[in-house]
């Protein structure tokens, strides 16, 4: 039982992992900005060169180790050709590193490998009794969750017209939520226990569950009062049996600084119902379309029943039974099965937009259908573990805790990760698919703002990875003559700005492309 959690944090805007990056600065999270930079005439000169032939690519790659991020920061990179993993360049011994979100390149290539691109994550709805013709079920309703990461209120509110449709109006026994595909000590993600995070609830770390809708992520809107002084109104999006809005802000004068504090807590009987305390200041001219805010809640499940009852409400499907979290009756039978986008679309999402929520979803869903229920995070990681042993990759060269790379117990060589790399450029069943998943460098996900001088853009499709202290970049660069380099670049202990970490990352993208130039701290523009 969690006691009294509290989290407090000052906002200005802050948005879902799905739409911005977090206000803190220990996880990325992609975002893709309505307005993109050109690269105009008065930018820093940039030459397309020839691809730098073998002769050549040592000396352009021998000035890394001059750049300011090598002599502050443990550093450890390998560089392969993508199709032979012949090794090109190498630092730092091949010593093990954090390897923050760029893990999720291997939770993404042994998804693909042993589930498939088209693998969907099911939710089945199922009944036991009878249905007579008046539409009434003389039995109990099941939802069976397998954890489809992308399942929406919108969504949910089709089941339940979905349910309505097969001619169902009445349930007399109860609707029963069976949770059972994955479990797990508590619904956090393992691995990472930053005080204020467990505390506050940052989107970057919501809770996980086989039963889950909009990302286990509670969306509050305010908007001014009636008049200055008057208290502002603030109201959830999808009101929940689990969250509990205590709303204490005021309405400002126009043009007054909007801010927002946020304190958390949960109940003390069962840790599980949120309540949001909010005080601040909203200007009485403020724009509400662009003010929503966005925490983590402390139970799916219940999260889910909450939602789900009220989707049945609204469809006018009564029910006479009380809606309980049990495991689905091995008798019942199927009426509905409702399924989430193709894997390969979901690992783009959770790749260009670096979600760690879809990563740890992802991981139990491949230890429950490789190793049986319940799928776990522990589960999960053996499956990972089993992919690189296939490869030959030794056990000392990888530590691994969870899918999403949100931790610092977490350990990996680049070498290791390059192998993952070339296996995936070798494999003509998934790595096509593989290789979509990555953000493209100038033009989508977490590089979007990176990469887009002349010659550049479009060349490279990477993984980003980020904690405090840690910056990482892995994925494949395209040189003029059409060769494809793998790459993986971790940087920990930063010490200073994350553009030097960067600057580094991108001299070697660009050297291996074969762009030459001149281009100030690059790659400080957004993403992680």
């Not at 509050?220 to 969250?243: C, E, L, M, N, Q």
């Not at 990996?412 to 192998?419: E, G, I, N, R, T």
């Not at 977490?446 to 060349?459: A, H, I, P, Q």
Request: glycine content about 10%; hydrophobic content about 40%; aromatic content about 8%.
């Amino acid at each position: 039982m969690r006691n009294a959690l509290l989290g407090l944090l000052a906002i200005s805007l802050f948005s879902p992992a799905w739409a911005q990056e977090p206000a803190s600065a220990e996880v990325e999270a992609g975002v893709e900005a309505p307005a993109v930079p050109t690269v105009t005439s008065s930018d820093p000169a940039v030459v397309i060169a020839q691809a730098p032939s073998a002769a050549e690519l040592p000396a352009l790659l021998a000035q890394l180790p001059t750049m300011p991020v090598f002599s502050r920061s443990t550093i450890s990179l390998d560089v392969v050709h993508a199709k032979t993993g012949e090794r090109v360049y190498a630092w730092g011994d091949d010593r093990l590193l954090i390897p923050a979100s760029t893990m999720k390149l291997i939770t993404s290539a042994v998804a693909l490998r042993e589930l498939g691109p088209a693998w969907r994550f099911p939710t089945w709805i199922k009944y036991d009794g009878e249905l007579g013709t008046d539409g009434v079920l003389a039995g109990n309703l099941y939802i069976v969750g397998q954890g489809d990461p992308t399942m929406s209120v919108e969504r949910m509110w089709r089941m339940a017209a979905d349910i309505r449709l097969r001619g169902i109006t009445e349930v007399k026994g109860d609707v029963v939520y069976d949770d059972t595909y994955t479990a797990q000590s508590a619904p956090w993600i393992p691995g990472w226990d930053k005080p204020e995070d467990l505390e506050s609830g940052e989107t970057y770390y919501s809770a996980l569950g086989a039963l889950s809708v909009n990302e286990n992520i509670a969306t509050i809107h305010v908007r001014p009062g009636a008049s200055v002084g008057a208290a502002a109104v603030a109201t959830f999006d999808t009101p929940s049996d689990v969250v509990v809005l205590d709303n204490q802000l005021t309405t400002g004068r126009a043009r007054s600084k909007y801010w927002v504090k946020i304190e958390r807590t949960f109940d003390e009987d069962t840790g599980k119902i949120a309540t949001y305390k909010l005080t601040g200041n909203v200007p009485s001219d403020l724009d509400v379309t662009t003010r929503p805010l966005y925490r983590t809640l402390g139970d799916p499940t219940g999260n889910y029943v909450s939602v789900f009852r009220d989707s049945l409400r609204a469809q006018g499907v009564k029910v006479k039974g009380k809606h309980r979290v049990a495991a689905a009756s091995t008798e019942s039978k199927l009426l509905v099965k409702v399924e989430s986008d193709r894997l390969e679309d979901i690992l783009t999402e959770m790749n260009k937009r670096s979600n760690n929520f879809i990563a740890e979803q992802v991981l139990r869903a491949l230890a429950a259908e490789k190793g049986g229920l319940p799928g776990t995070t522990e589960g999960g990681v053996k499956v990972l573990a089993d992919y690189m042993a296939s490869l030959g990759v030794p056990a000392d060269r990888y530590k691994f805790v969870n899918g999403s790379g949100l931790s610092r117990g977490a350990l990996l060589s680049p070498s290791a990760l390059d192998a993952v790399l070339v296996d995936m450029q070798r494999n003509v069943d998934v790595g096509p698919e593989f290789r979509t998943t990555l953000a493209v460098g100038g033009r989508d996900g977490t590089l979007w703002s990176r990469f887009r001088e002349d010659g550049m853009e479009g060349r490279v499709r990477a993984k980003t990875g980020s904690l405090a202290g840690v910056v990482g970049l892995a994925g494949y660069v395209t040189a003029a003559d059409g060769t494809e380099y793998a790459f993986s670049f971790f940087v920990n202990e930063l010490d200073g700005s994350t553009a030097r970490a960067r600057a580094a990352h991108d001299h070697l993208v660009r050297s291996l492309a074969g762009v030459t130039g001149t281009i100030a701290e690059a790659g400080d523009g957004g993403g992680d």
